[in-house]
């Protein structure tokens, strides 16, 4: 496993290198993303006439889906999937159920952020049993330099 990288000028270094090694027909890299979306109103920002004000139920429910991708970082091919939870397991699933068939046969690199679902204890036994088949780059910098993460960004900041 290669160690975390903190800097964008050593980031470019080893991605320069991983790119060289890799062999397009047998591997793929990944940039992987997650996201939690929450689904209540902001009654912070309703506004009505004084007087006029309209009851508003909240019904004490912050129910949400944890929403997970990744972006082929040769072809631009981007394989996502939604989870009730945002959770080391719903990870691990999204691993299983999305990312493994999508890219049968080949080696995944996956360029991830430090988040604390990529590192839980429960994911080791996973880990363990899949390094031939996937290899984790963990990079603290991911918001500046990963692909998903500047794009999603940028999507929800020119609406």
Same mark, same amino acid.
């Given at each position: 496993?290669?160690?975390?990288?903190?800097?964008?000028?050593?980031? +470019? $270094? /080893?991605?320069?290198?991983?790119?060289?090694?890799?062999?397009?027909?047998?591997?793929?890299?990944? #940039? &992987?993303?997650?996201?939690?979306?929450?689904?209540?109103?902001?009654?912070?920002?309703?506004?009505?006439?004084?007087?006029?004000?309209?009851?508003?139920?909240?019904?004490?429910?912050?129910?949400?889906?944890?929403?997970?991708?990744?972006?082929?970082?040769?072809?631009?091919?981007?394989?996502?999937?939604?989870? +009730? $939870? /945002?959770?080391?397991?719903?990870?691990?699933?999204?691993?299983?159920?999305?990312?493994?068939?999508? #890219? &049968?046969?080949?080696?995944?690199?996956?360029?991830?952020?430090?988040?604390?679902?990529?590192?839980?204890?429960?994911?080791?036994?996973?880990?363990?049993?899949?390094?031939?088949?996937?290899?984790?780059?963990?990079?603290?910098?991911?918001?500046?330099?990963?692909?998903?993460?500047?794009?999603?960004?940028?999507?929800?900041?020119?609406?």
């Amino acid at each position: 496993m290669r160690k975390p990288i903190k800097k964008i000028a050593e980031f +470019e $270094e /080893h991605f320069n290198e991983l790119i060289r090694e890799i062999k397009p027909k047998q591997t793929v890299v990944l #940039f &992987e993303d997650e996201s939690y979306i929450r689904d209540y109103q902001a009654l912070c920002s309703t506004w009505f006439l004084r007087g006029q004000q309209k009851k508003v139920k909240t019904y004490g429910q912050h129910k949400g889906v944890g929403l997970f991708g990744v972006l082929d970082y040769l072809n631009g091919a981007v394989q996502c999937d939604a989870y +009730e $939870e /945002h959770t080391a397991q719903a990870f691990q699933s999204f691993l299983e159920n999305t990312v493994f068939p999508a #890219f &049968e046969g080949k080696h995944i690199i996956m360029i991830l952020d430090n988040s604390k679902i990529h590192h839980a204890k429960i994911r080791e036994e996973f880990k363990a049993n899949n390094k031939a088949r996937i290899e984790f780059l963990f990079c603290r910098l991911m918001p500046q330099i990963s692909i998903v993460s500047r794009d999603y960004g940028n999507g929800l900041s020119n609406r």
